[in-house]
T-cell receptor
Framework: SAVISQKPSRDICQRGTSLTIQCQVD?????MFWYRQQPGQSLTLIAT?????????ESGFVIDKFPISRPNLTFSTLTVSNMSPEDSSIYLC????????????FGSGTRLTVV | KNEVEQSPQNLTAQEGEFITINCSYS?????LHWLQQHPGGGIVSLFM???GKKKHGRLIATINIQEKHSSLHITASHPRDSAVYIC??????????FGTGTRLQVFP
């Protein structure tokens, strides 16, 4: 199955600043997914990133707040812009593995704290 | 009501005990996933099920499509099994819907 390298693993940021999270996959994948997990909550899909087109955002998430880049089939970034303490969460990327038993591979997560 | 419900929310066990975590869902699905999340936040996929039963090492996952229910069993539990276990279903929209997780602590 695919292996994902996600960076940074954690960060503490000042409110009003932005943080860019990177995910590098060791194989070409069509779709990459970005999730947010707020403290004590389940994962929520932010957007689906397709190479060569704009990301598709879920209800409640907008491009100005969470811009996504997908320059090629192995890499994507998610930026959390103009951060507030409410953005403190774990952010994860994920890809689908259609050929293996487990279905999806997830990144190691980015634990973001906004102060 | 959440579309994916897990029970229990928290579970403690002594090393060696047999553990069961339950997942019920209310939507039509094409597959159900069991995931393991460690304290750092990273998630590992354990199983993808669409019917029957799967086994991998000490882990067993079952699903009953008619009853919309799945269970994850851990045999001979060990402290390293301590993690949050998350059930997720792939619904008609082709997007994963996640449960809130079961926090398991196994004590030596």
């Amino acid at each position: 199955s695919a292996v994902i390298s996600q960076k940074p693993s954690r960060d503490i940021c000042q409110r009003g600043t932005s943080l860019t999270i990177q995910c590098q996959v060791d194989s070409q994948v069509t779709m990459m997914f970005w999730y947010r997990q707020q403290p004590g909550q389940s994962l929520t899909l932010i957007a689906t990133a397709n190479q060569g087109s704009e990301a598709t955002y879920e209800s409640g998430f907008v491009i100005d707040k969470f811009p996504i880049s997908r320059p090629n089939l192995t890499f994507s970034t998610l930026t959390v812009s103009n951060m507030s303490p409410e953005d403190s969460s774990i952010y994860l990327c994920s890809v689908e593995n259609s050929r293996v038993r487990v279905g999806y591979t997830f990144g190691s997560g980015t634990r973001l704290t906004v102060v | 009501k959440n579309e994916v419900e897990q029970s229990p929310q928290n579970l403690t066990a002594q090393e060696g005990e047999f553990i069961t975590i339950n997942c019920s869902y209310s939507v039509g699905i094409s597959a159900l996933h069991w995931l393991q999340q460690h304290p750092g936040g990273g998630i590992v996929s354990l199983f993808m099920l669409s019917s029957g039963k799967k086994k991998h090492g000490r882990l067993i996952a079952t699903i009953n499509i008619q009853e919309k229910h799945s269970s994850l069993h851990i045999t001979a539990s060990h402290p390293r099994d301590s993690a949050v276990y998350i059930c997720a279903v792939l619904g008609d929209t082709d997007k994963l819907i996640f449960g809130t997780g079961t926090r398991l602590q196994v004590f030596p």
